[in-house]
């Protein structure tokens, strides 16, 4: 069974940091992109960042370059989102997905995410 299990969300003040994690199971995690989307009350969900399977190449939407980074563990099937300098501009539902190949088709999985909520 897929699971993409995201956790590190809650309120913060301006300024302030937090970490998401995503905990991956039931493929083979090391054969996938890795990325973060978020969706704001009243908004399309859009990516915030991704990371290619080697783990070489990454991409942030241009709001968050500079303050979110994203990394991934191969050995513990985890993807994290480091968040710093929030503002209340980032409030939205976090998600983790997971886009590859493997036995031959191509898959892409979600995680049901996670809220943030950036207010004073």
């Known amino acids: 069974q897929v699971q993409l299990v995201e956790s590190g969300g809650g309120l913060v003040q301006p300024g302030g940091s937090l970490r998401l994690s995503c905990v991956a199971s039931?493929?083979?995690?090391?054969?996938?992109?890795m990325s973060w989307y978020r969706q704001a009350p009243g908004k399309e969900r859009e990516l915030v960042a991704a990371?290619?399977?080697?783990?070489?190449?990454?991409q942030y939407a241009d709001s968050v370059k500079g303050r979110f980074s994203i990394s991934k563990e191969n050995r513990r099937n985890t993807v994290y989102l480091q968040m710093k300098n929030l503002q209340p501009e980032d409030t939205a539902v976090y998600y983790c997905?997971?886009?590859?190949?493997?036995?031959?088709?191509?898959?892409?999985?979600w995680g049901q995410g996670t809220q943030v909520t950036v207010s004073s």
């Open positions: 039931g493929f083979t995690f090391s054969l996938y992109d």
């Open positions: 997905h997971a886009d590859g190949s493997e036995f031959g088709a191509d898959y892409i999985y």
């Open positions: 990371m290619r399977d080697s783990g070489g190449s990454t």
